[in-house]
């Protein structure tokens, strides 16, 4: 089973997004910051994150470059609510394509469950 870290300030969001994700099968651990994500991936043999953007703290790109640092294995998806949210050279870096950045609300969150499949079956974007 792949494990998922969803990683997202608005306790709405998050909710929705872990109960979407363990429907479709994934085992789902849930952070309400990036320095708590960043907690929770020590020894949890997570495969990917879905990280939110603006968060108090530590922000997703932050979160992906220092998660990226730490565990070079690690796949991200970013969930954001930034429309016009572009990929900065360190979060590419760290491996995150375009075909990985879906805006909220997403209207089939069927693909981005599909996303998570593709990355931890390691085929990139």
């Known amino acids: ?3 998922v870290l969803a990683v997202d300030d608005e306790a709405g969001v998050r909710l929705n997004l ?3 994700l363990e429907d479709e099968g994934f085992e789902v651990v849930e952070a309400d910051s990036g ?3 960043l907690e929770l991936l020590e020894g949890e043999g997570i495969e990917v994150a879905v990280v939110d953007m603006r968060m ?3 922000d997703g790109n932050a ?5 990226h640092r730490r565990w070079p294995a690690l796949r991200f ?4 609510g930034t429309a016009g949210y572009r990929l900065p050279p360190e979060v590419r870096a760290a491996g995150v394509s375009e075909a990985e ?3 909220k609300p997403l209207s ?3 693909r981005l469950a599909e996303a998570v499949v593709r990355l931890a079956r390691g085929v990139g974007g």
């Open 1 to 3: 089973m792949t494990a």
């Open 18 to 20: 872990v109960a979407y």
């Open 35 to 37: 320095e708590r994500g």
């Open 56 to 58: 108090g703290g530590m």
């Open 63 to 67: 979160f992906i470059t220092e998660a």
């Open 77 to 80: 998806i970013v969930f954001t």
């Open 101 to 103: 950045v879906f805006i």
């Open 108 to 110: 089939d969150m069927g």
